[in-house]
Every structure is written in C-alpha cells, then in structure tokens.
C-alpha cells in the first residue's frame, strides 16, 4: 500500500482486521494505519497486531455515535499532521439476519441504514478536512490512493442489476444507498483531487458471511489492497469487486 495513512472502521473483526494485518506486512506499509473499533480494550486480535506494529494507532469508534466525531477529528488531526489523511476505509458494516417480505422490520432498516449508509456518509464528511490537506500535498488533478480517497466497503446484494433473489430488504437497500453516496461523493469530491469508489470484497468466511463463503479474508483482502494501490482516475466513481471486475449498479 502506498498510502502515507490509513483510517479503517470497524477492525475489530473480519475484514477490517485482515485489513490491518496485511496493511503491516512487506515492503510498502503505510506510516500510520488508524485502526478504528467499538471497545479496544476488548479487541484482543486487534491490540495484538498493534503491540507489534508501531504504525497501528487503535481508537474507539462507535460509526453510530456522531456526537463522538469531533473527537475522533481532533484525534485523527493530531497523528496525521499537515500531511493530512490519504485513504479513509468505510468499512464497517451489520447485516440483519430477517430476510424475507414477511420477517422484516420497521427498526432494522433504519438501524442499518444508520451503520451502512448514513455513517459512512458522515465520516466521510467530518474527515474531509484532513482528505483535503493530504490531496493538496500534490500538484496536479491525477487521483490515487496515494494522494487521497474515499473506499466504501460495499456488496454486490447491493447490485440492482445482479438481484435475482429478493429479500435481504435492510442489506441490500442500505447497499444499494452506500453506491449513491459514493457517486455523489465522487462527483462532488473530484474537484478536490480525491478519489471515491465502491468495494464488494467477494463472499468472505467472516462473522457476516458465514462458514460456506467461498473465500478467506486473507485472499479478499489481499487482491482488494492490490486493486486499491492501482486505483487512478479510471476507478473514481465505480463500483469494484476486490478481484478488479467492474460490477453493474
Ligand atoms: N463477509 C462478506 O461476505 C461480505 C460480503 C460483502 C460485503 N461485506 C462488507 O464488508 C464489511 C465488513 O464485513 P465483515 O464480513 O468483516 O463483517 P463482520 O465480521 O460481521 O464484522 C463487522 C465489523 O463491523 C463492526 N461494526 C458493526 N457495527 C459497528 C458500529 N456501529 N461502529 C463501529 N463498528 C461497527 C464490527 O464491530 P464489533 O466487532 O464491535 O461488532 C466488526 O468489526 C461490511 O461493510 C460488510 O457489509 C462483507
């Protein structure tokens, strides 16, 4: 990874986890990696990987709680300096379990659309000072990860095109709304030289993906980061899978 500093959500476990690992491993990590998790003090694996990383900062982040951003700011401010923040990962994410038309309910649409469409939204937003300092560091309007952007961690359930099994109402609408929000994002953010796409990271044995996922973090997670470091102006405003594939809206 080529970015100078990394702000992941949700590392705890999962994706966000293997994110941190594999970002702390070869020759091009980056020099900090903010490591965001609900409760640290009980994010063993996490604080593992940080004992022995110096560049892995962990700090409390519930993405819910907006009254906790300006702290998160300050906070974020203080490590990366005037260099400001090259890549912003939003990646945490919760996925009901009620799937069907009969089984859903009023509170799990708008509990998980507060995780994974309206904090990813306004993370970004209260981060964007700290983007912004860090794409001004270069000249020129090319796009990169190296320079500045935002990564949606999406889903291809939050494919329109690709729904051809219905259900999954709070999972796939709120998926569906975080692909809009990098679009607007990408439109309003390319004047100030940031990059925004959206991710499907494959069907992935985590928590949320379940034991009969195809896929193993490690292997997401490493072509991800590969297809991350290579993102120019191409990318800016898409909707990827880790392996590189363009995926219909
Ligand atoms: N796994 C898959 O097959 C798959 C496929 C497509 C997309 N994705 C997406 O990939 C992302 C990561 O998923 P995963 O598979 O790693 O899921 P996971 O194993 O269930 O982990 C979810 C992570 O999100 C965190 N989180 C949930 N609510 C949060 C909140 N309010 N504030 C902060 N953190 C919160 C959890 O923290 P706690 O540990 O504190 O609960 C955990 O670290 C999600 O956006 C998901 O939608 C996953």
Redesign the pocket.
Known sequence: MVAHSVLI??????????MVKQLTRGNNTPELVIA????PK??QKLNEVAASNKCVKVIQ?????ESSYSGLVSHVGELVGAHGLNLLI??????PKSTRINMVKWRQMTDTF???VV?PLMLTKALLPHLKAAAAQEEGNNLSVKRAAVIN?????GSIERNDQGGLYP?RCS?VALNAVTKSLSVDLREHNILVASF???????????KN?P?R?TE?ISQLLTQLAQLSELHHGQFLQYDGEQLPW
């Open positions: 959500t949700g590392c705890n476990r999962g994706l966000g986890l293997e965001t998790c609900r409760k009980e994010a982040l519930d993405v819910g709680d939003n990646n945490a994410g919760v996925s507060a995780v994974n904090a961690i999406s889903s291809v359930l999972y998926k499907h990271p494959g069907w992935v044995q985590t928590d949320m993906g379940g996922a896929l973090p997401s």
